[in-house]
């Protein structure tokens, strides 16, 4: 069938190997990074944070950035998700290296989400 939607792909579902390595931009049109990877919660199932991927060059030496999920919109016309972030607010935000991986437990969590001004969920 011509009309057959991929199976990692639907009309409202994206499979996460789809999201990984999609550009994240500012309202700005600034690039931001991309998304490293999606942490999702064991037992609800809802995505808590994309990771995004920033500084460094091809992934070498760069960081990466819980941002909450809700935070981010996606945008057809760009490909990409959209967050209303700034290059400095992004720059001055909970991060770790690839390596160093915190534990992402509640007050990891809160810090996260304290630090984009908003409450954390209670999952």
Known sequence: ???TIERNETDRLIASDKVEGTTVYNP?????GTIRN???DKRSGKSEYAVLEFG?????GSDHYPIPW??????TDKGGYVVNLTKDQV????????EEAPD???AYGRTVYE?????YPML
């Open 104 to 106: 992402y437990n509640h």
């Open 38 to 40: 999606v942490m999702i």
């Open 28 to 32: 700005q049109d600034e690039r931001l």
């Open 115 to 119: 630090y984009y001004g908003l409450g």
């Open 1 to 3: 069938m011509a009309d």
């Open 91 to 98: 720059e001055g935000a909970p991060r770790y290296r690839g």
């Open 70 to 75: 809700e935070m981010l919109t996606y945008d």
């Open 56 to 60: 460094g060059l091809f992934g070498l």
